[in-house]
């Protein structure tokens, strides 16, 4: 059994640990908060404009389509892998990393696969066996429109200049505080809406309806994008907290088995040392 000293330096360093992952806890569930309201907020918005623009590329024939809705043999893909800066998130960063592989190994076997990486987690494990072509972790560090926009207005300038036939996007979609969905997105081209042939629209377009898609086409995948980073944002927090929730849990169990530990052992002494002065009690008196 460890002595008396070395139990007392494990709850102290237990102690301390639970500190830290309570801190963090209580942090993340803080940030967490603003990150739920925000990418609820902006949902509703994404999903009709999206809906819109596929309802109304749904009505265009032939050569008068979107170049951004191009279908050619795909033979170049580019995957949006979002991450988070930093770790203590539980299985957050691993399951994006292991779906990036996979879509690399199995998905897109025998392609030519390259990475944007969004989040420095999945940037230092990607770039070690993938092609990076630009890392973009910084956004986090101001997350706004206008920053992420930066990034869609790159994936659309790739994929019009025939660099990538194909663009996807990894990350985490935002469910509940305890719970995320692990989403693959088709980014580029644009993904044609089901069911054409139910597509009824009886509207006055003014400008054209190739304006205004190719208008509506633009703001639209910079949006899709820019949710995307913020469900991750969002998801990242909630993981967060839920593992430090777990984290500190643990420690305080093991920090009470600790303290029985050591209320044993003191017992134990105290107890030989009783037994040693009564045995020498009557050593003296024999």
């Known amino acids: 059994m460890a002595n008396l000293k070395e139990i007392r330096n494990r709850i102290s360093s237990v102690s301390s640990t639970m500190q830290i992952t309570s801190a963090m806890k209580m942090e993340s569930a803080a940030k967490l908060k603003k990150a739920q309201d925000a990418i609820t907020a902006m949902r509703p918005y994404a999903n009709k404009l999206t809906e819109l623009l596929q309802t109304l590329s749904a009505t265009l024939e032939g050569d008068s389509g979107s170049k951004f809705a191009e279908q050619r043999d795909v033979n170049k893909v580019l995957v949006v892998s979002i991450t988070s800066n930093k770790g203590l998130c539980g ?60 990034i869609a207005e790159k994936l659309m300038e790739l994929f019009l200049e025939g660099e990538y036939d194909k663009i996807e996007l990894v990350y985490n979609k935002f469910k509940n505080a305890a719970s995320q969905d692990l989403m693959t997105e088709q980014f580029l081209p644009i993904v044609p809406i089901e069911n054409e042939s139910n597509v009824q629209l009886d509207y006055i377009f003014e400008p054209s309806k190739i304006e205004i898609i190719e208008e509506l086409i633009p703001k639209s995948l910079k949006t899709q994008l820019y949710k995307a980073v913020r469900d991750s944002f969002a998801s990242e927090h909630g993981a967060r907290m839920t593992a430090m929730h777990k984290a500190t849990d643990n420690a305080t169990e093991l920090r009470d088995q600790l303290k029985l530990t050591y209320n044993k052992a003191r017992q134990a002494a105290i107890t030989n040392e009783i037994l040693e002065i009564v045995g020498g009690a009557e050593a003296l008196n024999n």
């Open 91 to 150: 299985a957050f960063n691993s399951n994006i990393i292991k779906q990036s592989t996979n879509l690399v190994e199995n998905v897109y076997k025998g392609k030519q696969v390259d990475f944007v990486t969004i989040g420095k987690k999945g940037n230092d494990i990607l770039s070690k066996t993938n092609s990076i072509v630009s890392n973009e972790s910084a956004v986090f560090e101001n997350l706004t429109f206008d920053s992420v926009a930066a």
